[in-house]
């Protein structure tokens, strides 16, 4: 195989050495990038008078076949070559002869790989968002579906207090939108055009790179031509963005198991993405949650891969930089594969009503009772005291506030008046909180319908 910068040596390059850094395996991912970005560099060679019309129509007819070969074909993507970019212009000088080797006048392929890598972001992120709007719609429908269900919160892992099992989904969705968010920015780090950076310094024909900034639909062109080309900022932008939502993720599949599990089956999972035991028959497992929580640690390596790999570069490009594109797919696919495992699961939940409501009584309202307390006007260390005595008793006699009798309350502190008997309810408690981000029903109501807004934006 010759390689894009033969001529320089004597003899053919050492076979391992050649494979060892050849980059053709995973980059002929960045294909349609690479056909995306030599289409628009052949009209901006041509507007700059370096390449006739002629030439430019030939380079760009040939391109555009070789795309639809390569799309309908993704075996067609394949060759001895060294890269995507060699594999591109060796086909292009085997079907035009002078007219291909005319292509790379100017340009590096060290700013045509961040190209293709910004190309490829900025098409690939908006279906990770699409992906991640859609495990928010799944909690979306659950929680309508929970109606006015109550469940315990936790804090510490033990029970705090009543919720709404509406509320308790939606707490899952927050952080999505989140992480929403976090890739339109990952996006917009991706968009500035590094063609016009040569090698390093910059490139010494008239490439008019406001028109190819446009042709190729970036909103600006790089600052810098030294830091263009060894800059993978939006690279790990973009995988902080996926080890965050991956985050998220790991810790839904975390509560789901919990509360999908014996001890607590809050929800019951469904039997099709549940699994079994090759020895004990009794079990269901919940293997895809366990799956999307163990896949969050490889996430997290990317990033922590590509920022080790960046931290010690002196500047201009340099190799090194051809590690960052095994992460960045692979965080791609491992997110894409866990958002759709989330939105099956979670679709795929049924709440068990009473179990769940049942957990969320009990000692559970004993911040409701030290309220009740400072709503008499007594100061809420005092409230506190009182109530944490009385939990003290029922704990030990293994009871708790509903088996109080009016006689047994107005023993604890005669601040109690009759109306404490009915006012000591989950429903109640739920219904008494009066911030807009509190479980209280009407609070619970309005996200609803601000996510739902939200969706119909982002997913139109
Ligand atoms: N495969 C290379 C990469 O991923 C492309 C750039 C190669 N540039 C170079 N000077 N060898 O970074």
Not at 200 to 212: H, K
Request: aromatic share 8%.
């Amino acid at each position: 195989m010759t390689a894009l910068w033969s001529g320089r040596f004597d003899g053919a390059p050492d076979a391992a050495a050649f494979s060892f850094g050849a980059s053709f395996r995973f980059d002929r991912r960045l294909f349609e990038d690479d056909v995306t970005g030599s289409l628009a560099w052949a009209r901006a060679l041509a507007k700059a008078g370096v390449l006739a019309d002629d030439d430019a129509r030939r380079i760009e007819d040939a391109l555009k076949t070789i795309l639809e070969q390569g799309r309908s074909d993704p075996s067609f993507v394949n060759g001895p070559d060294e890269d995507v970019h060699s594999f591109i212009e060796r086909l292009l000088v085997e079907r035009l002869g002078d007219a291909g080797r005319r292509l790379h006048t100017g340009r590096s392929r060290n700013e045509q790989v961040s190209l293709d890598l910004r190309l490829y972001l900025r098409r690939r992120i908006p279906e990770l968002q699409r992906a991640v709007a859609a495990v928010v719609g799944a909690l979306v429908r659950q929680a309508e579906a929970a109606g006015d269900g109550l469940m315990p919160s936790f804090t510490h892992f033990r029970p705090a207090q009543p919720v709404l099992v509406s509320h308790f989904l939606l707490s899952h969705a927050a952080p999505l939108q989140r992480d929403y968010a976090r890739f339109d920015q990952a996006r917009q780090e991706s968009d500035a055009l590094p063609l016009g950076s040569g090698a390093v310094a910059g490139t010494a024909y008239e490439i008019d790179v406001e028109f190819l900034a446009r042709e190729l639909g970036f909103s600006r062109v790089v600052a810098n031509s030294i830091d263009a080309s060894s800059d993978r900022d939006f690279a790990a932008t973009f995988l902080y963005a996926c080890a965050m939502t991956m985050v998220h993720l790991s810790r839904i599949a975390e509560d789901l198991i919990i509360l999908c599990g014996d001890e607590y089956r809050f929800f019951e999972m469904s039997d099709a993405l549940s699994t079994g035991s090759s020895m004990m028959p009794q079990k269901k497992n919940p293997d895809p949650l366990e799956l999307v929580r163990g896949k969050a640690g490889r996430t997290f390596g990317h990033l922590i891969a590509l920022m080790t790999t960046m931290k010690g570069l002196p500047t201009g490009y340099n190799k090194d930089l051809q590690e960052d594109k095994e992460g960045v797919f692979d965080a791609e696919d491992t997110l894409t594969g866990c958002l759709a495992m989330a939105q099956s699961v979670i679709d795929g939940l049924a709440l068990n009503r009473d179990r769940a409501a049942s957990a969320a009584s009990g000692l559970l309202l004993a911040t409701d009772v030290a309220d009740y307390l400072v709503g008499r006007g007594v100061p809420f260390r005092r409230a506190h005291e009182i109530v944490g005595a009385l939990v003290r008793q029922l704990a030990a006699e293994k009871r708790d506030f509903a088996s109080l009798s009016l006689d047994d309350w107005r023993a604890a502190s005669d601040w109690f008046e009759a109306d404490i008997v009915a006012r000591m309810t989950p429903r109640v408690s739920v219904a008494a909180k009066r911030t807009p981000q509190s479980t209280a029903p009407a609070a619970v109501d309005g996200r609803l319908r601000e996510i739902r807004v939200w969706l119909t934006a982002v997913l139109r």
